[in-house]
């Protein structure tokens, strides 16, 4: 299995700044993809950015140019540097990982458990 564990939540006011960190742990063999997900009340849970392993990062046309996503393959963790927030960016913030370990030697979801993330107008 694969543990993420995240960090930085948090409240502040529009304009401000706040950096998540996730970090995976277990018996990893791999991990493809690293990416976070966000969820506000009464509203679908969606993709906000995305890296792979190779390759670019991708993010939603809603945080482009401000949030900015990266990783560190040898921590096994990912990084989301989010500028100029606005009240929108409201929700919780889910650390996504689609890894294969010696247990389960497929890709599979794995999910953390989120942070709050809150911004005041």
């Known amino acids: 299995q694969v543990q993420l564990v995240e960090s930085g939540g948090g409240l502040v006011q529009a304009g401000e700044s706040l950096r998540l960190s996730c970090a995976a742990s277990?018996?990893?063999?791999?991990?493809?993809?690293m990416g976070w997900y966000r969820q506000a009340p009464g509203k679908q849970r969606e993709l906000v950015a995305g890296?792979?392993?190779?390759?670019?990062?991708s993010y939603a046309d809603s945080v482009r140019g401000r949030f900015t996503i990266s990783r560190d393959n040898a921590k096994n963790t990912v990084y989301l540097q989010m500028n100029s927030l606005k009240p929108e960016d409201t929700a919780v913030y889910y650390c996504?990982?689609?890894?294969?370990?010696?247990?389960?030697?497929?890709?599979?979801?794995?999910w953390g458990q989120g942070t709050q993330v809150t911004v005041s107008s």
């Open positions: 996504n990982a689609q890894a294969v370990t010696i247990t389960r030697r497929y890709q599979y979801d794995y």
């Open positions: 277990g018996i990893i063999l791999s991990i493809d993809f």
């Open positions: 890296i792979p392993t190779r390759g670019s990062p």
